[in-house]
């Protein structure tokens, strides 16, 4: 059974950067899609960015695009999320989650991105609060 470990969280001022860590035990990471959410309270759960098992195909919701940055170690069984120019609308609860797969869905002729729900396997989570 693969289990997901976050960490890297903590409080930062704006403008600051974090890098957050999935780490997995139980299987090996190889062959498994890792994507990053957050929830902040009170709202419903985002998506932030997504790798695929190989690091070839990346994706970032539009609120993150050119600050964050998803990269992957399969050798040390982790995913990274470096997050740099943070803003207090960044402070939630990060998840990260994985499935096999990609990070897009073929679904009635078109593509999309995997929602929570199309995720297996999650982590408890990390707080990351940007605040000053």
């Known amino acids: 059974q693969l289990q997901l470990v976050e960490s890297g969280g903590g409080l930062v001022q704006p403008g600051g950067s974090l890098r957050l860590s999935c780490t997995a035990s139980?299987?090996?990471?190889?062959?498994?899609?890792i994507g990053w959410f957050r929830q902040a309270p009170g709202k419903e759960r985002e998506r932030v960015s997504c790798?695929?098992?190989?690091?070839?195909?990346?994706t970032y919701a539009d609120p993150v695009k050119g600050r964050f940055t998803i990269s992957r170690d399969n050798a040390k069984n982790t995913v990274y999320l470096q997050m740099n120019s943070l803003n207090p609308e960044d402070t939630s609860i990060y998840y990260c989650?994985?499935?096999?797969?990609?990070?897009?869905?073929?679904?009635?002729?078109?593509?999309?991105?995997?929602?929570?729900?199309?995720?297996?396997?999650w982590g408890q989570g990390t707080q990351v609060a940007v605040s000053s």
């Open positions: 139980g299987d090996s990471l190889d062959y498994y899609t």
């Open positions: 790798i695929n098992p190989h690091g070839g195909t990346t």
């Open positions: 989650a994985a499935v096999y797969g990609d990070c897009l869905l073929y679904l009635d002729g078109y593509f999309r991105e995997r929602l929570p729900k199309d995720y297996d396997y």
